[in-house]
């Protein structure tokens, strides 16, 4: 009867720094597992927030930097290519109601 629990508390003995490390080995995978799904919403949040910020600056010229290097830019905003359409669409509804 004795050497079998000599031979369990051996193995115990033996075996604990094992048991600490694959321990610790889960418990930083399972926070890195959680750390990337953190990061992969946080940048997808930031991807939509970038979507609608390029949105508006391509529409009202809303740009927040103010490191403007070009010379000769040819950008417009959405106020001039909104005043171009209706242009546009004053022209042609103009040609129809001469036609008829």
């Known amino acids: 009867m004795q050497r079998p629990t ?3 508390v051996l ?3 033996f075996t604990f720094p094992l048991w600490i490390g694959l321990g610790a080995g889960l418990i930083g995978m399972i926070a890195g597992l959680f750390a990337g799904l953190v990061g992969l919403i946080i940048g997808l949040i930031g991807a939509i927030i ?3 910020a390029a949105l508006f600056d391509a529409l009202f010229g809303w740009d927040l930097s103010d490191h403007h ?6 950008y ?3 106020y ?3 005043a ?4 546009i669409a004053f022209i042609i509804t103009r ?3 001469n036609r008829a």
């Open 6 to 8: 000599l031979l369990i």
């Open 76 to 78: 417009m905003n959405g």
């Open 80 to 82: 001039v290519w909104f």
């Open 50 to 52: 970038g979507i609608f």
């Open 84 to 87: 171009l359409l209706l242009v």
């Open 11 to 13: 193995i115990v003995i």
């Open 69 to 74: 290097y070009t010379l000769g830019s040819t």
């Open 95 to 97: 040609k129809n109601k």
